[in-house]
């Protein structure tokens, strides 16, 4: 059965120093998994991607996230945070059985204080 | 091209009425999928559309329903509203074939629904 942890609800951070959100997800295939940002009132947009190709994935807005199989994790980081990057972010497992079944994480709440 | 479009963005409900909110996806995607935001519950699945056909179904009550047109619109309802479905409803679409595609989703802005 799938589950996604994400090991922190709220993470506050100063403007320019690292940002690290947490995940570990549990898989009984081979997944994909993602992280996506919400703003206020909007929906859901794909941060990043890991599609079992390089383990150090790449994103949008200078996020970058690394999977480690053997922990299970898959963790965001920024080197540096923006007043823009406040908002919440879902680590998300999706593998298809028959049809994709996507399972959300609660969500971190990333705080950036100037 | 166009991104997923939800509609309506906003309405307002009274207990026992129902509703129906519409979806529809990217030119090209034949999957679409719903979830219902809460603050106290998150993001949860209730359904997964493809060809017309409910491929995956989430732990909800039989209130909540939906289906999927051949132009692969989608509709979902939920009937005998209660105050607990208040919720922002997120729609989803995707290309839906393994292999092909990786579960990528893309979102629309959500249908806001206040059931007083």
């Known amino acids: 059965a799938q589950s996604v942890t994400q090991l922190d609800s709220h993470v506050s951070v100063s403007e320019g120093t690292p940002v690290l959100l947490r995940c570990n997800y549990s898989s009984s295939y081979s997944p994909s998994l993602f992280w996506y940002v919400q703003h206020p009132n909007k929906g859901l947009q794909l941060l990043l991607k890991y599609t079992s190709a390089a383990t150090l994935v790449k994103g949008i807005n200078g996020f970058e996230a690394e999977f480690k199989k053997s922990e299970t994790s898959f963790h965001l980081t920024k080197p540096s945070a923006h007043m823009s990057d406040a908002a919440e972010y879902f680590c998300?497992?999706?593998?298809?059985?028959?049809?994709?079944?996507?399972?959300f994480g609660a969500g971190t709440r990333l705080f950036v204080k100037a | 091209k166009a991104g997923v479009t939800q509609t309506p963005r906003y309405l307002i409900k009274t207990r026992g009425q129902q509703v129906t909110l519409s979806c529809s996806p990217i030119s090209g995607h034949r999957s679409v999928s719903w979830y219902q935001q809460t603050p106290g519950q998150g993001l949860q699945f209730l359904f997964e559309?493809?060809?017309?056909?409910?491929?995956n179904k989430g732990n909800f009550p039989g209130r909540f329903s939906g289906r999927q047109f051949s132009n692969s619109r989608s509709e979902m309802n939920v009937s005998t509203l209660e105050l607990g479905d208040s919720a922002l409803y997120l729609c989803?679409?995707?290309?839906?074939?393994?292999?092909?595609?990786?579960?990528?989703?893309?979102f629309g802005e959500g249908s806001r629904l206040t059931v007083l």
């Open positions: 559309y493809f060809s017309e056909t409910q491929r």
């Open positions: 998300v497992v999706s593998d298809f059985t028959g049809g994709f079944k996507t399972i």
């Open positions: 989803a679409s995707s290309a839906g074939l393994a292999g092909t595609n990786t579960g990528e989703l893309f």
